[in-house]
């Protein structure tokens, strides 16, 4: 499975973006996606899953409120929507996919993509 995201950039305090992530080399509808973040000097962290039919999804509490999830199964397209977004969101974004069904869609992902840049000014 091969992804690239997109989408990343500058934008001030309470503004938005919205990421996309395009996958190929595996049909889209079998594989479930997530987007994760780093920023400087800490951890990969989990920000948001959604299984292959997009009925399901799991966002983490501290984005919760501001940013969704969501897929176009026919654009084999993962799409993290961020509102509201602050300057502790900057961080390197990055899709991921997993090629199993699992209940949890928090970890287990076994392909990345190469990262997006969010920069979010005060």
């Known amino acids: 499975v091969q992804l690239q995201a997109s989408g990343g950039g500058l934008v001030q305090a309470g503004g938005s973006l919205r990421l996309s992530c395009a996958a190929s080399?595996?049909?889209?509808?079998?594989?479930?996606m997530g987007w994760f973040r780093q920023a400087p000097g800490k951890e990969r962290e989990f920000i948001a899953g959604?299984?292959?039919?997009?009925?399901?999804?799991d966002v983490a509490e501290s984005v919760e409120a501001r940013f969704t999830i969501y897929r176009d199964n026919a654009k084999n397209t993962v799409y993290l929507r961020m509102n509201g977004l602050k300057p502790e969101d900057t961080a390197v974004y990055f899709c991921?996919?997993?090629?199993?069904?699992?209940?949890?869609?928090?970890?287990?992902?076994?392909?990345w993509g190469q990262g997006t840049l969010v920069t979010v000014s005060s």
């Open positions: 080399g595996r049909a889209f509808s079998s594989i479930e």
């Open positions: 991921a996919a997993r090629t199993y069904p699992s209940d949890i869609l928090r970890d287990g992902y076994n392909y």
């Open positions: 959604i299984n292959r039919s997009g009925m399901r999804t």
